[in-house]
């Protein structure tokens, strides 16, 4: 299986064996390559019922909810790994979702685009509307997108929350890395990737 260049991403953060959550897992690809490559032992969370049975249809557990209705069901320490792919500025209360992930898993992997990105910055800017990147591609009345944030603001409410960075990636659309990127990842990062740790 060819994976999406995000989520292949993903896998490299990923132990074998491990018990993984996926929030917002859509059509299951993840969970897919990872019970195949990893043999990981895996489910999914999605609200969509069409994802639903894809999923069921590649042999991944999938159970119906919304994330924004929380996920209180599961106990703590359920989970070696929790992953949520571009799901975070969807959400209605990102941060308590980021303590609930941290609260069943050990870790956590967030992916979220990157509203400080040059393009967004330049658009808003010079055009003087809500921009609309590539990697950002809703217009301001039809998206999904609530809380948009940059790699700054995700890592300031870290801090505030005592989560530990335990790596981050940052990458451009096609999700490649690059040193200018790293150098400076709130200009030039489209997509930013961070495994989180509990409080020390």
Not at 39 to 54: A, E, F, R
Not at 117 to 127: D, I, P, S, T, V
Not at 166 to 174: A, C, G, K, L, Y
Request: overall charge negative; proline content about 5%.
């Amino acid at each position: 299986m060819t994976l999406r260049g995000d989520l292949a991403l993903i896998t490299k953060l990923i132990n074998a064996d491990a018990r993984v959550l996926d929030l917002g897992c859509g059509t299951g690809d993840l969970l897919a390559s990872l019970q195949a490559e990893k043999n990981v032992n895996g489910y999914g969370l999605d609200k969509d019922p069409t994802n639903i049975q894809v999923c069921l249809s590649k042999g991944v557990n999938v159970i119906e909810q919304d994330l924004d209705a929380g996920i209180a069901n599961f106990a703590d320490d359920n989970f070696d790994m929790v992953v949520m792919t571009d799901a975070l500025q969807a959400v209605r209360d990102p941060r308590g979702l980021l303590r609930e992930m941290l609260r069943i898993g050990e870790e956590c992997v967030v992916t979220f685009p990157n509203f400080g990105h040059w393009r967004c910055r330049a658009q808003l800017g010079l055009r003087g509307h809500m921009p609309v990147p590539k990697h950002l591609p809703h217009h301001w009345h039809n998206t999904p997108n609530i809380h948009l944030c940059t790699t700054q603001d995700f890592e300031r409410l870290c801090h505030e929350e005592n989560f530990r960075i335990i790596q981050r990636r940052v990458v451009n659309t096609p999700y490649r890395e690059h040193w200018s990127i790293t150098l400076a990842p709130n200009l030039m990062a489209s997509h930013a990737f961070y495994r989180l740790g509990r409080p020390s």
